[in-house]
DNA sequence: GACGCATCTATACTTTAGTATAGGTGACTA
DNA sequence: TAGTCACCTATACTAAAGTATAGATGCGTC
């Protein structure tokens, strides 16, 4: 029987998901609150197959979280779920050696095959998500920047100076500010502050 | 039986919860993925017990989407479900209308509890909900602002300038900028970003 | 009355943000 | 091949943000 750790933030998600797939398929779900929870669970136990992290969640700190349960457990299976991220961010995960990823847009039916999936050694990332809002609103003001002005855009959200953002992105400060410029102007704001405001009510961040 | 309609964007989160609930308890479970959606079924049947609504679900709006549901369907039991409002979201929506508040961090029996609750026409509010993060930061960190940094931080949550708040209330750009540091202090971030994008997330304005 | 506190203002300063202009590279394309 | 575009860097500047210190007012409390 395929041992499975959920690790979701919300009671109710996670507990109903848990329940869910303990009745449809043959699992064993053990469940964490949070990142933190869920890796030292994983060290008592040593035999968990498929790992699945909530994007948003403690202890996850955006892809970090992803990075630090595949280092701690090279031989797990880890597939990330989440309600908000967009496809640039699957993308990210599954770059970073992700074995699914799995947006809570998806049907409780995909969700059980996406997770047989996995476990069978396949990588699964939906192609058809994002339909609704996720994709079609940032179709809108954002499809216009480019891909270093999205990341420079990412960092605001998290509230960073053009420093901090240089450092990051590993290039000089001069050129974040000017990234900066571009994207207030393509998203017709005046300031960081309203571009990081503007963003996450698209809810791309 | 009790007939229950669930509306929640996610699919995973609208089905597993509807599948958890009918399976562990006598329910009638329907589903809807917008309030739109769901008032249009409802049309239709004119049966429904229970309306558990999402609080971040495209159509609602805030609390607009519960004022909506309630005035089309007077009879009918509504309930908001919401995986990150705080205690004031909570009470604002009991106190226009709503039978119940369910935050995501429940666990799953105690959803069905507020469930039966609801149903015997008991008004249900947990009061230990946002123990964890919810609660304690939002009282935590915001109780500390003076009236004026209170405002002042409003303002900042529309992405303004320095210039532009002592205008809108009537003090000098220095006064403002006392204002936002000591709040910036007190909040325990470095920049005005990273304040507008605190008090957003913990849904102040 | 003395004290604390929120409020406002002032001066003076450093740092960060944002604008402007110019120039270099590589990739892709008409 | 010439042109376009994303990208990066540089210099130089203005404007805005943030820090520090000091002083004034009013309000409520001990």
Redesign the interface.
Known sequence: MPNILLAD?????R???A??LE??EDFNVLTAANLNDALELMRGLDLIDLLILDYNM?GMNGLEGLTRARAAFPACKVALMS?VANRDVANSAMGQGADGF????????S?VNAIKFVLSGEKYMPFDFGT??TEAKAGGEFSKLSARELQTLEQ????L?NKEIARNLDIQEVTVKLHVKNLLTKLG??????A??LA?ERHLF
Chains 1, 2 share one sequence.
Do not use: E, F
């Not at 704001?189 to 309203?194: C, E, F, G, L």
């Open positions: 933030d919300h009671d109710l998600v507990d109903t998901i329940a869910y009745t449809v403690p309600g799995i947006p809570k847009s998806l049907t409780a039916a969700l609704a809002r605001l959200c998290i509230g100076s704001v005046s300031n960081r502050t309203q990081a405001l996450k």
